[in-house]
């Protein structure tokens, strides 16, 4: 079976989808759910955002320089596809979806509360790409939910059930396939295979 041949486009899926948090300059805070977001840079830690100009929550972003990323569970999937689909102009998105504000440490905005992390970010340049623009930010501080922190420490971010989104459609990660190098890792000698050879010989 071959393959069709598409016009360009997006097709870089599944993709993290995240509910973007800011305040203006009058003190109104807002909620975006963003699908073009992701790494940029590990040191500096930098990440990125891509949102159309013409959407209420870009120029508060423009004149405030900051904004939080917030990572989505399936218990806020109900609330991540409210927040992309009705506007700060018409509506109070933390009022109507329930959602608690927290004020970050850093950057003049609200975090959401319900949100496994919290990613602070301030605006280091706005690049005008075309029907999207990209803001590049530095990541100034990141809040991780105790109720994640497993005994020893580590954060567990599949306990609290990430969503991911592909081609209009919202997915739950349920199932573990591999830890980073799996491939090349080796595997581990069975134990006692050297002492029955040993015993065969005696």
Same mark, same amino acid.
């Given at each position: 079976?071959?393959?069709?041949?598409?016009? @360009?486009?997006?097709?870089?899926?599944?993709?993290?989808?995240?509910?973007?948090?800011?305040?203006?300059?009058?003190?109104?805070?807002?909620?975006?759910?963003?699908?073009?977001?992701?790494?940029?840079?590990?040191?500096?830690?930098?990440?990125?955002?891509?949102?159309?100009?013409?959407?209420?929550?870009?120029?508060?972003?423009?004149?405030?320089?900051?904004?939080?990323?917030?990572?989505?569970?399936?218990?806020?999937?109900?609330?991540?596809?409210?927040?992309?689909?009705?506007?700060?102009?018409?509506?109070?998105?933390?009022?109507?979806?329930?959602?608690?504000?927290?004020?970050?440490?850093?950057?003049?905005? @609200?975090?959401?509360?319900?949100?496994?992390?919290?990613?602070?970010?301030?605006?280091?340049?706005?690049?005008?790409?075309?029907?999207?623009?990209?803001?590049?930010?530095?990541?100034?501080?990141?809040?991780?939910?105790?109720?994640?922190?497993?005994?020893?420490?580590?954060?567990?971010?599949? =306990?609290?059930?990430?969503?991911?989104?592909?081609?209009?459609?919202?997915?739950?990660?349920? =199932?573990?396939?591999?830890?980073?190098?799996?491939?090349?890792?080796?595997? @581990?000698? =069975?134990?006692?295979?050297?002492?029955?050879?040993?015993?065969?010989?005696?």
């Amino acid at each position: 079976m071959g393959k069709q041949i598409w016009k @360009p486009g997006n097709m870089v899926y599944p993709l993290p989808v995240v509910m973007v948090s800011m305040r203006d300059k009058e003190g109104n805070d807002n909620i975006i759910t963003v699908a073009w977001t992701g790494t940029v840079c590990t040191n500096p830690p930098m990440v990125y955002i891509s949102v159309r100009p013409e959407r209420y929550s870009y120029h508060m972003i423009q004149e405030s320089g900051g904004f939080i990323i917030n990572l989505t569970t399936e218990h806020l999937a109900y609330a991540t596809d409210y927040c992309g689909v009705r506007s700060g102009r018409d509506v109070d998105k933390f009022k109507e979806m329930k959602l608690s504000k927290v004020q970050a440490s850093f950057i003049d905005a @609200p975090l959401i509360g319900e949100s496994p992390v919290n990613i602070e970010c301030k605006v280091r340049t706005i690049e005008k790409l075309g029907s999207h623009h990209m803001f590049l930010a530095d990541v100034v501080s990141v809040h991780a939910d105790e109720a994640y922190m497993n005994e020893t420490g580590r954060f567990q971010l599949e =306990k609290a059930d990430p969503i991911v989104y592909s081609h209009g459609t919202y997915y739950s990660l349920d =199932k573990k396939i591999g830890t980073f190098g799996y491939s090349v890792k080796k595997k @581990p000698k =069975k134990k006692g295979k050297n002492t029955n050879k040993n015993r065969k010989s005696l």
